[in-house]
């Protein structure tokens, strides 16, 4: 299984009004990035200094994924759930959803393959165990999308 990491940026700006010389100072930036597994578990955490947030136009733009891009318009509901469920998204990104997978801790409970007309599911983990399940959305790109469902 393809394990997917987090992570989360956090940008410290320190701009003073004026330098050593008297002229107007160079702000200057600390980025501390923390990266996660699927679990949630905090697995590195890295400070860079002097980071600008200034992209130089030399420098090549880097393309979003499509789990990037489209994250927030999967919705999942109600959660927690007693056992059905519902997954929605917008249309417009249906093509590009390639699978989706229920997963519990230990197997892939469902396998979905879909139909790029479709923008919405319904999940039973009725007769399942109590306990944390996720929904993984297979992008066309690869990129993946995890969301936490609580059973209770």
Known sequence: MKTQILICIIIFSFCPLYGQ?????????KLIVFSYDNSGNQIMRQYVENFSPIQDKNEPQQELSLSELYEEAII????????LFYIEWEKEISNYIYQVRVLSASAVLQLLEL??????????????????????????????????????
């Not at 010389?21 to 930036?29: C, H, I, V």
């Not at 999942?76 to 056992?83: E, F, I, K, L």
């Open 21 to 29: 010389d008297g002229d107007l100072g160079n702000p200057s930036s």
């Open 76 to 83: 999942v509901y109600p959660n927690p759930t007693r056992g």
């Open 115 to 152: 139909k790029g007309s479709e923008n919405k599911l319904s999940i039973d983990l009725t007769l399942s165990q109590s306990g944390i399940y996720f929904v993984q959305f297979v992008f066309t790109d690869q990129s993946i999308v995890s969301k936490k469902i609580i059973k209770l």
